[in-house]
């Protein structure tokens, strides 16, 4: 499985330019060239970038043809989107096989160890102790049965299903459940918001996986998920449930992991009461929780060596006690251990399976945290060191347990040698701590992701490292986290009630994993179908029979995580279903070109000097709020901008494609779109005068790539029997000034070249097609100089959305009630820049929906 990820394996992972595949008929074959042909021709002579065009981009779904089909390359359409997304430079790949340094190698090996693998090394501490819970120990059979269903666990779940699969179904190196979802999306429109270009799909970071003529079963599953508006909805719904479902487990995590730790004080000290035991958790939670911001950039290059002692102590105590009590758990590799398990009490060891399955609890972390480190590294580290450490770790307690069956409770620190007890005890409450902040980091990871992807209110984020762009910490997640690890200690007190809603959340993540692995392995990867019937059968059949034990226990503690679960999932769908009301009535109000060819350059009122930012989500047509700031004020910047911030589902866009351009309506008008892209990896919070600064420099790179284009077609088109140009009509006034009906604004920008009329009136001139470009350019280059000294003024769109009064009631409680509050108290992607009130204007517009 490994190797299928190297650009020399299967065709179906190899990295190729954006092209597309459709299906056609047979007597369309001999047309496609043409087509194509054609296309590319039309997006040649029409790269002026007119209004027009935007808003002809093809959306609609293709139409099935009958008759016989055969699989086709096509070309794809072009506007001036597509062109600036083709001409950006290709990122730079990284050397799969780069000269080897000692010293670089042990420190991602120490720091993979305490950023990946802190919550599955805690296992050992409570796995035993919740199973003997539900299924008393009777002999040794019973113990080496459990042991079995724990060593095969570890081995089908985080080895064969995570590090050797699911790691490689990475999003350019971003893991997690919604880096699944983008990564689908990236490579069929299964997006409910139907807001993405087809420029995006030529940045650097966004080349598709193509499929090969001969496997043809990826494009039927890609047009199955297009076509289908039900399959769009499940897919988003999974990865709603499945995300709700990882941040309760990111709650339960530090709650049971500090607990256990803790709970090694009954054994040390015998007197120790309950209560004890959880003043002490509550007081490490909360200082851990206060130290999260620095740990995440400051502290964490200690916590490697830490864990690495944590995992030799778990390896060394294994070897002791099997070297004190015998070599009989090794008989546990026997997989008939699981069946004489079963048979002797079925219903009991059933109801154990949710307790086995805490071995495996950390599984979905190692993927969410892979941001970090290399796929190859974490797939070393987890086979040569952290799989041996824990395999030992559960031999030596069950050799423990096989001649201590009484002692079922608290059996890793029964288990250590009183000599080592304390500092072993020390090293455990450590681990607890990492592993905690293990599953936090991973939580921060996962809603940046979910927020850029508009799943998820935005909050404020904060990055803590200049070097490392994924170390972030988001306050408000933080603090939400330790109010809900307190509420379930103080809820439940023991690790027993914990484990069993611990396990639910686990199951919950991993179900989802499976679904969504399953389809990129039919839609991307193009395995055969033996392979993935196979992959998708036997860890769904596993893992459904783990979450029905699981589920068993609800009434134990599991009823509390399933409630905090569906009010995390109710905010995630509110504000998805909103957010998409929303995009769809702005889109439906959107100004028409006709209107604006009506209002002419002047817009219907007076252009004052300076530069206008219009912000809005939609990213084709002139926005309805435009409108309003037209009727509203005394004046309209002579130049306006149309700013759509777009988080596109990739994790990093290169600096050099950040912004697209395109001209709004004809050149007299001196309105333009851009599209500021981020990725949902980059970081957002730049200063408004920086993002000022590159959008001019890149508005003025595109004047400059229109102006060659449109003079090349011009020298080619001197000869032709097309008419001549229109004169242009240039006016001067008697202080000297020069105005245009064609290029309105330019006064006091001319060249010092040009000739003025002495007479204060209308002349008409001819110029020559090349020198008018050359002119205007250098006209329309100064007029933005100039524009950007007056300064620039943010117009925004505040929208108040409401629901229709004839609508349901459910809606009108979601949309005026939730989605408002939500939308109230979350924070806007512009305001992101700490633009000031003086360069701010806001206008607000009800909607209903």
């Known amino acids: 499985m490994a190797s299928a990820a190297e650009p020399s394996a299967a065709g179906g992972m190899?990295?190729?330019?954006?092209?597309?595949?459709?299906?056609?008929?047979?007597?369309?074959?001999?047309?496609?060239?043409?087509?194509?042909?054609?296309?590319?021709?039309?997006?040649?002579?029409?790269?002026?970038?007119?209004?027009?065009?935007?808003?002809?981009?093809?959306?609609?779904?293709?139409?099935?043809?009958?008759?016989?089909?055969?699989?086709?390359?096509?070309?794809?359409?072009?506007?001036?989107?597509?062109?600036?997304?083709?001409?950006?430079?290709?990122?730079?790949?990284?050397?799969?096989?780069?000269?080897?340094?000692?010293?670089?190698?042990?420190?991602?090996?120490?720091?993979?160890?305490?950023?990946?693998?802190?919550?599955?090394?805690?296992?050992p501490l409570y796995t035993f102790d919740v199973m003997f819970n539900k299924y008393p120990i009777h002999g040794e059979e019973d113990v080496l049965g459990a042991l079995s269903l724990v060593l095969y666990t570890l081995i089908l779940m985080p080895l064969v299903k995570y590090v050797l699969v699911v790691l490689w179904a990475n999003d350019d190196g971003e893991g997690g459940i919604f880096a699944l979802y983008s990564l689908i999306c990236r490579n069929a429109k299964v997006s409910l918001i139907p807001n993405q270009v087809h420029s995006e799909k030529r940045m650097s970071s966004f080349r598709l996986k193509l499929p090969t003529p001969e496997l043809e079963r990826s494009i039927k599953v890609k047009e199955k998920l297009e076509s289908s508006l039900l399959l769009k909805k499940l897919l988003l719904g999974l990865v709603l449930y499945g995300t709700s479902m990882f941040i309760s487990n990111g709650v339960i995590t530090p709650a049971m992991s500090?607990?256990?730790?803790?709970?090694?004080?009954?054994?040390?000290?015998?007197?120790?009461?309950?209560?004890?035991?959880?003043?002490?958790?509550?007081?490490?939670?909360?200082?851990?929780?206060?130290?999260?911001?620095?740990?995440?950039?400051?502290?964490?290059?200690?916590?490697?060596?830490?864990?690495?002692?944590?995992?030799?102590?778990?390896?060394?105590?294994?070897?002791?006690?099997?070297?004190?009590?015998?070599?009989?758990?090794?008989?546990?590799?026997?997989?008939?251990?699981?069946?004489?398990?079963?048979?002797?009490?079925?219903?009991?060891?059933?109801?154990?399976?949710?307790?086995?399955?805490?071995?495996?609890?950390?599984?979905?972390?190692?993927?969410?945290?892979?941001?970090?480190?290399?796929?190859?590294?974490?797939?070393?580290?987890?086979?040569?060191?952290?799989?041996?450490?824990?395999?030992?770790?559960?031999?030596?307690?069950?050799?423990?347990?096989?001649?201590n069956p009484k002692s079922s409770e608290q059996v890793f620190f029964s288990s250590i040698p009183s000599g080592v007890f304390w500092p072993v005890?020390?090293?455990?409450?450590?681990?607890?701590?990492?592993?905690?902040?293990?599953?936090?980091?991973?939580?921060?990871?996962?809603?940046?992701?979910?927020?850029?992807?508009?799943?998820?209110?935005?909050?404020?984020?904060?990055?803590?490292?200049?070097?490392?762009?994924?170390?972030?910490?988001?306050?408000?997640?933080?603090?939400?986290?330790?109010?809900?690890?307190?509420?379930?200690?103080?809820?439940?007190?023991?690790?027993?009630?914990?484990?069993?809603?611990?396990?639910?959340?686990?199951?919950?993540?991993?179900?989802m994993a499976t679904v969504y692995v399953t389809i990129i392995m039919l839609l991307i990867w193009e395995f055969n179908i033996v392979k993935v019937l196979s992959f998708f059968i036997t860890f769904l059949f596993l893992e459904l029979i783990f979450f029905s034990s699981a589920l068993s226990s609800v009434g134990d503690g599991g009823w509390a995580l399933l409630i905090f679960a569906s009010v995390l999932l109710m905010i995630m769908f509110i504000w998805n279903y909103g957010s998409k009301l929303k995009y769809d009535s702005e889109v439906k109000q959107k100004l028409s070109k006709d209107l604006m060819r009506k209002l002419g350059p002047n817009l219907g009122t007076i252009r004052a000097p300076g530069l206008g930012l219009v912000c809005s989500d939609i990213v084709k047509g002139v926005p309805a709020i435009?409108?309003?700031?037209?009727?509203?004020?005394?004046?309209?910047?002579?130049?306006?901008?149309?700013?759509?911030?777009?988080?596109?589902?990739?994790?990093?866009?290169?600096?050099?494609?950040?912004?697209?351009?395109?001209?709004?309506?004809?050149?007299?008008?001196?309105?333009?779109?851009?599209?500021?892209?981020?990725?949902?990896?980059?970081?957002?919070?730049?200063?408004?005068?920086?993002?000022?600064?590159?959008?001019?420099?890149?508005?003025?790179?595109?004047?400059?790539?229109?102006?060659?284009?449109?003079?090349l077609q011009s020298e080619d088109d001197v000869d032709s029997?097309?008419?001549?140009?229109?004169?242009?009509?240039?006016?001067?006034?008697?202080?000297?000034?020069?105005?245009?009906?064609?290029?309105?604004?330019?006064?006091?920008?001319a060249p010092s070249t040009q000739v003025i009329p002495e007479a204060s009136c209308s002349t008409p001139l001819l110029h020559d097609p090349v020198l008018d470009y050359a002119q205007n350019l250098e006209l329309e280059l100064a007029f933005i100089k100039q524009s950007k000294q007056s300064g620039a003024v943010y117009l925004i769109d505040n929208p108040i959305i409401k629901a229709r009064k004839d609508s349901w009631f459910f809606k009108k409680l979601m949309i005026n009630y939730f989605f408002a509050f939500l939308r109230n108290n979350c924070r806007r992607a512009i305001m992101l820049m700490s633009i000031p009130h003086s360069n701010m204007m806001q206008v607000r517009m009800t909607s209903y929906v």
């Open 14 to 123: 190899r990295k190729a330019p954006s092209l597309e595949w459709r299906w056609v008929s047979t007597e369309e074959d001999d047309d496609e060239d043409r087509t194509g042909a054609a296309a590319a021709a039309v997006g040649t002579v029409g790269r002026g970038g007119s209004f027009e065009s935007e808003d002809d981009e093809d959306d609609n779904e293709e139409e099935e043809v009958k008759g016989k089909k055969r699989l086709i390359r096509t070309v794809p359409s072009v506007d001036w989107f597509d062109v600036e997304g083709n001409e950006v430079s290709a990122a730079p790949q990284l050397d799969d096989y780069e000269e080897f340094d000692f010293g670089r190698t042990m420190f991602l090996a120490l720091q993979t160890l305490a950023v990946v693998f802190g919550d599955i090394g805690i296992g």
């Open 258 to 403: 500090v607990l256990s730790a803790v709970s090694g004080l009954k054994v040390g000290i015998r007197n120790t009461s309950q209560d004890v035991v959880v003043m002490i958790s509550v007081a490490l939670l909360v200082i851990l929780f206060s130290l999260q911001r620095y740990a995440t950039s400051k502290v964490g290059f200690a916590l490697g060596p830490s864990l690495l002692v944590w995992f030799c102590c778990l390896g060394g105590i294994g070897l002791y006690n099997l070297s004190l009590y015998g070599p009989t758990a090794f008989k546990a590799f026997n997989p008939l251990y699981i069946i004489y398990y079963f048979g002797r009490n079925p219903f009991q060891a059933w109801l154990s399976l949710g307790g086995c399955l805490l071995c495996a609890t950390g599984s979905e972390a190692i993927f969410s945290n892979l941001c970090y480190f290399p796929v190859r590294y974490v797939q070393y580290m987890f086979v040569l060191l952290v799989l041996p450490c824990l395999v030992l770790a559960y031999l030596g307690q069950a050799a423990f347990l096989i001649a």
């Open 425 to 511: 005890f020390l090293v455990a409450n450590l681990a607890a701590l990492i592993a905690s902040r293990t599953m936090t980091v991973a939580i921060f990871q996962c809603l940046k992701q979910s927020i850029a992807l508009g799943c998820f209110p935005r909050l404020k984020i904060v990055h803590t490292s200049r070097k490392f762009m994924a170390k972030i910490y988001i306050p408000v997640v933080n603090w939400f986290l330790l109010a809900s690890c307190l509420g379930f200690i103080v809820l439940f007190r023991n690790i027993h009630d914990v484990g069993n809603a611990y396990a639910i959340a686990e199951l919950g993540v991993m179900i």
């Open 626 to 711: 435009f409108g309003h700031f037209l009727t509203s004020l005394p004046a309209i910047h002579s130049i306006i901008v149309f700013v759509c911030i777009r988080n596109v589902p990739v994790p990093v866009v290169h600096q050099s494609e950040r912004f697209l351009f395109q001209r709004v309506c004809s050149r007299s008008y001196h309105m333009f779109r851009c599209i500021a892209r981020y990725g949902y990896k980059d970081k957002k919070q730049e200063h408004h005068s920086v993002f000022e600064r590159l959008l001019i420099e890149g508005l003025e790179k595109y004047i400059q790539r229109e102006a060659v284009e449109l003079s």
């Open 721 to 749: 029997d097309e008419e001549p140009p229109t004169p242009m009509k240039i006016i001067t006034a008697p202080n000297g000034s020069l105005y245009s009906l064609d290029v309105p604004l330019l006064a006091d920008y």
